[in-house]
């Protein structure tokens, strides 16, 4: 178990384990080694219980009824938006738009905000690091109004280049779109900073917290920005659980995105008017079981303790790297301090393709990511086609570290044989 300076664990690894029943299971009659968190992570019994309980205690429609089950289904969701709320540092529950994931939170922003308020000549910054779903919502948006878009370099460490930031800046600068932690390099960004300073041209902030908010502790007050999109997947809530956060009075401002059920005040044949929040963002049936288990996943994240899963990943990240670095052929991308970055970590064995190098890994029982991440302009500014991508949560060990590297020593006597 890792151990913080002063002796004790971070976290209880072994305990929080046996809360998670898909660590039991054997992959190609190899442990599972599950270090896949970035692109989802598995699901505590605590989450998977908040779904049974309401399927098999309240199932029904919200907002509609006036029955029992409708009534307790309609509080349970209001109160998991609460729940929700208060993980993020907002008392105020109209703030919190329920989405499918980060991908609808930021296409709800740039279509909603973005089609009211961009002009011609107006410009959205982005930055080299941005998953496509910070990134394509706002070109396509960019095309439909006539705005354009620019993208923030990198410095050679990985980190948004804030004098190119700076550089780029004006006042005709209306948005930017920033991921908190990239998901192919971990880096951190300064995101209070940086939202300080596109504020002071005027501009909004639009915030994808995908792989900031299940891993380091999240006050929506203290970052400054104006929208914040997260995915509970991510952080050991169902699949399809999602949140983007807004500042009150520009959700208010807003148009709605989708138009239906629970998104009215009234109807006439012509047009209609909008309930206010959060209904407006509401439309249609929610994935109401789901956002409980967001709640409830909340709720586990909590009891853990944010700070405590931030000093768990900053000493397993290190230890990855340190161990990654140490095997021949392997190079490490991303920022070197661990304090400076989250545990996701991309690597390459040189001389085989990400794809192979991941399916020795899977014979191995160890899951990580091959690909690019949904991150093409970084790949391509780093003039990478792929990397492997080990990302790690709060249940993974040192030895799933050692697990990992076993199993590419593996990959690298198999290809270089292969080459001989
Ligand atoms: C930084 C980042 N942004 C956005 C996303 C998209 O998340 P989702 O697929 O849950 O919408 C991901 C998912 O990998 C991500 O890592």
């Known amino acids: 178990m890792l151990r913080v300076d002063r002796g004790a664990p971070a976290l ?42 309401f399927y098999t205690r309240i199932n029904a429609n919200v907002h509609r009824g006036v029955h029992t089950l409708s009534v307790e289904a309609t509080d ?44 011609p000549g107006d410009e959205i910054l982005a930055t080299q690091l941005e998953h496509h779903s910070n990134l394509v919502p706002w070109q396509r948006v960019a095309q439909d109004t006539g705005a354009h878009i620019a993208l923030v370099r990198l410095t050679p ?18 948005v930017l779109a920033i991921a908190h932690a990239s998901n192919v ?37 203290t970052l400054g920005v104006d929208f914040l999109a997260f995915s509970g997947h991510k952080m050991l809530a169902p699949l399809g659980s999602g949140v983007l956060w807004g500042r009150r009075e520009l959700l208010e401002a807003m148009p709605p995105f989708l138009g239906g059920g629970g998104m009215i005040r009234e109807v006439y044949d012509d047009r209609a008017t909008w309930a206010p929040l959060p209904e407006k963002f509401d439309a249609g049936t929610p ?33 990855a ?15 070197r301090d661990p304090h400076g970055r989250t545990a996701v970590v991309s690597f390459n064995l040189d001389g085989v393709h ?21 991150c093409q302009p970084l790949h391509r500014s780093l003039d990478l086609a792929a990397t492997l991508r080990a990302s790690f949560y709060v249940y993974n060990t040192a030895d799933e570290v050692d697990a990992l590297v076993d199993a590419l020593a593996v990959a690298r006597r198999v290809y270089q044989r292969k080459t001989a």
């Not at 951190?188 to 915030?207: E, K, L, P, W």
């Open 185 to 221: 390099l971990g880096t951190i960004s300064d995101v209070t900073r940086i939202a300080d300073m596109a504020h002071a041209v005027g501009a909004i902030v639009a915030v994808d917290g995908a792989q900031s908010v299940p891993h380091l502790a999240t006050d929506v007050g």
């Open 12 to 53: 209880d690894v072994a305990r929080i384990r046996a809360d998670f029943p898909i660590l039991q299971r054997q992959v190609n009659g190899h442990p599972l080694v599950y270090l896949d968190n970035a692109a989802s992570t598995q699901k505590p019994r605590q989450v998977i219980d908040a779904l049974v309980d």
């Open 76 to 119: 349970a969701y209001e109160a998991a938006r609460e729940r929700i709320g208060r993980f993020i540092g907002t008392d105020d529950p109209n703030e919190v738009v329920f989405v499918r994931n980060t991908t609808e939170g930021l296409n709800l922003v740039a279509a909603c905000w973005g089609r009211a308020n961009l002009r």
């Open 287 to 319: 994935a109401v079981a789901d956002s409980i288990g967001l709640a409830a996943a909340c709720d586990y994240l909590d009891e853990l303790g944010m700070a405590n899963i931030r000093t768990h990943e900053i000493e397993l990240a290190g230890y």
């Open 354 to 374: 990400p794809h192979d190098a991941g399916t020795i890994l899977d014979e191995a029982g160890v899951a990580v990511r091959a690909g690019h991440h949904c």
């Open 157 to 174: 460490d990985g980190l948004v280049d804030l004098d190119h930031l700076r550089q780029l800046l004006s006042p005709r600068t209306r």
């Open 321 to 335: 790297m340190d161990r990654l670095a140490s095997v021949p052929d392997v190079t490490v991308y991303g920022p």
